[in-house]
């Protein structure tokens, strides 16, 4: 209560003057996005649930769709959850590709950002480093539902080895469809908001695949909209690696969409983040 | 080094129909404190997040430490720090951890980022709080732990917007040595504040804004004299010949009168100290007696008054500025 102020200004002072000069060439773009990408793996650390926020929904549905509806759609509980994993696998990456636009907004809503932008680094920094945390993120979630799965049954045909090339090809899809997500952050104002029409556009993407059952039984309008939606190409990718039997043009039909997503909303992503505010 | 810290000419930002920032011309030399004193919503965040290069003028022109602030914003980065209005540190990392991310960030690398970070939070105080998340801070250790985010680096020119809004006196006061000790060290300051003491207490230069635009500048002592020379306020032994007393000041001074205290009390504003002398000589050449009297300078809350003809906002109310 009592204690002298003094002691405080001189410490202001000896901290100016003993600061290292203004660097002649500040951080290069690499570094600053890792160093981005370093703080986005903090907050994972200190806030875990964020990671369960996002895999909590695919095991629910893994559980439930399995042992309530697997008997009657494959014959049994075991042949339903072959047909569901990598589905499974699938649904939790997409939704976990929502993260990038929701911490961003987050971000963007407090005074840190601030500070951010009026550092001299390469201003796309916070969003780089957003996407480099995102392949621990999305390969975490993806690693935590495969070991739920595995743990009720699951088997992969082609080995656990197969694992990798599906988590490379999910990576692979989630950073393009993720600027769906940094786009629609810059726009709204509150990361709720961001969620909210996130689901939107998930729920309907979900679900009308062939994630849940064989499309075969759907009438013939929605077996269109099924062959062509994005998360199908990208599930009948996963099935066929995931058995044993990549099929390079599943993969490349699989990648169309988030090259596309990639192309389109990164360019207006960068755009509205330079924007002024 | 002759450069001044900030000239500015007509500078202007307009959202939508609203005139945040209404053609401000500045000048700040290098060295000092600057302080920016204004109601909420006066523009006074827009001005600074003009000057700091998160904002573009919507009009007028700017020069940062030499440097245009839209052609140059680079290099007035590279110079200058920003404590912003609201917190600018990330509440989800420690203490630690913030200064850690902002001396990376600042080009320091390994154990020269975590020495830096280590120090800073030695010197405030911090240290027992470097393993806690920020959101668990209190108000006066967040803004320590803020203004030495701006320090990793030494700034030639740093803003603080409101660095005590919301502070309780204790902290207030250790911002404020902190501000003292970082001008001592011939760091530029540009501080903007609703507090009006804050300003006279710091400040070697002060610009009253209201709406966007600069309504009066100078040192405290220049604003007051602007708007008089004080009020004058006598006591009287007996509230018997206070109607007496009233309309011999009245008649003596061009200000109004009013009455105040139990009965006993006067006070009137005065022109210049030498008017409030000759009145006292009048009331004593009358035979009445006082018990006491004053002969005070302005506050500057009365400054504000002269100024723009109302109020000031209560001190604590804190800025709701449109940041958009």
Not at chain 1, 54 to 79: Q, R
Not at chain 1, 162 to 181: H, Q, R, T
Not at chain 2, 11 to 36: M, P, T
Request: aromatic share 8%.
């Amino acid at each position: 209560m009592t204690r002298p102020a003094k002691p405080l200004e001189q410490a202001a002072q000896d901290a100016v003057l003993s600061a290292p000069a203004i660097a002649p060439q500040p951080p290069h773009a690499v570094s600053v996005s890792l160093t981005y990408a370093w703080r986005a793996l903090l907050k994972i650390k200190h806030m875990p649930e964020q990671l369960f926020d996002v895999v909590v929904t695919p095991i629910m549905f893994t559980v439930m769709f399995t042992y309530l509806f697997g008997g009657a759609l494959a014959g049994s509980t075991g042949a339903y959850l072959q047909f569901l994993l990598p589905g499974i696998l699938v649904q939790t990456i997409v939704f976990t590709s929502v993260y990038t636009g929701f911490t961003l907004n987050t971000d963007i809503s407090k005074g840190v950002f601030d500070r951010f932008r009026s550092l001299p680094v390469w201003s796309p920094g916070p969003i780089a480093g957003a996407m480099l945390a995102d392949i621990f993120r999305f390969t975490a979630s993806g690693i935590i539902v495969f070991i739920i799965g595995t743990a009720m049954g699951y088997r992969p045909e082609g080995g656990f080895i197969a694992v990798i090339p599906a988590l490379l090809l999910m990576n692979a899809f989630a950073l393009g469809f993720g600027w769906i997500f940094t786009a629609l952050a810059l726009s709204v104002r509150t990361p709720s908001t961001v969620m909210t029409l996130a689901w939107l556009v998930l729920m309907p993407l979900t679900f009308a695949s062939n994630i849940y059952v064989d499309p075969a039984t759907m009438p013939g309008w929605l077996q269109a909209v099924v062959s062509v939606n994005p998360v199908s190409l990208l599930v009948s990718a996963i099935r066929d690696i995931m058995a044993g039997a990549p099929d390079v043009r599943a993969v490349g039909l699989a990648l169309l969409a988030p090259c596309l997503i990639a192309a389109i909303f990164g360019p207006l992503t960068m755009w509205l983040y330079r924007r002024e505010r | 080094m002759t450069t001044p810290a900030i000239e500015t000419s007509g500078l202007s930002r307009r959202f939508g129909d609203k005139r945040a920032v209404d053609g401000i011309d500045l000048d700040v030399r290098r060295g000092e404190i600057f302080a920016v004193l204004g109601p909420n919503g006066a523009g006074k965040t827009t001005l600074v997040r003009m000057l700091a290069t998160l904002l573009r003028p919507s009009g007028g022109s700017a020069r940062v430490l030499g440097h245009d602030i839209e052609r140059e914003a680079r290099e007035v980065r590279r110079k200058i720090s920003l404590t912003g209005q609201f917190a600018s540190v990330d509440e989800d990392l420690t203490g630690y951890e913030n200064l850690l991310l902002l001396s990376r960030l600042s080009g320091l690398k390994g154990a020269e980022a975590k020495d830096r970070a280590a120090s800073l939070l030695t010197a405030f105080d911090l240290a027992e709080a470097a393993g806690k998340q920020a959101k668990d801070y209190s108000g006066g250790m967040r803004r320590k732990l803020d203004i030495s985010a701006s320090l990793i680096r030494r700034p030639e020119l740093l803003f603080l917007d409101e660095p005590t809004t919301g502070l309780d006196p204790r902290s207030r006061n250790q911002v404020w040595d902190m501000v003292r000790g970082l001008a001592a060290s011939g760091t530029t300051i540009l501080l903007t504040t609703q507090y009006l003491e804050e300003a006279d207490q710091l400040a070697g230069e002060i610009a009253v804004v209201d709406h966007g635009r600069i309504i009066a500048r100078g040192t405290s002592a220049e604003l007051k004299a602007k708007v008089g020379g004080g009020v004058l306020q006598i006591s009287l032994a007996s509230a018997q010949r206070r109607e007496e007393a009233a309309s011999l000041l009245s008649d003596m001074l061009v200000g109004e009168v009013r009455a105040d205290g139990h009965g006993t009390g006067l006070s009137v504003d005065v022109s210049d100290p030498d008017a409030g002398l000759a009145a006292l000589g009048a009331l004593s050449a009358a035979g009445i007696t006082l018990t006491g009297y004053s002969l005070s300078q302005p506050s500057l809350d009365e400054v504000f008054f002269a100024l723009t003809g109302r109020p000031p906002e209560p001190e604590d109310t804190p800025e709701t500025e449109a940041v958009q």
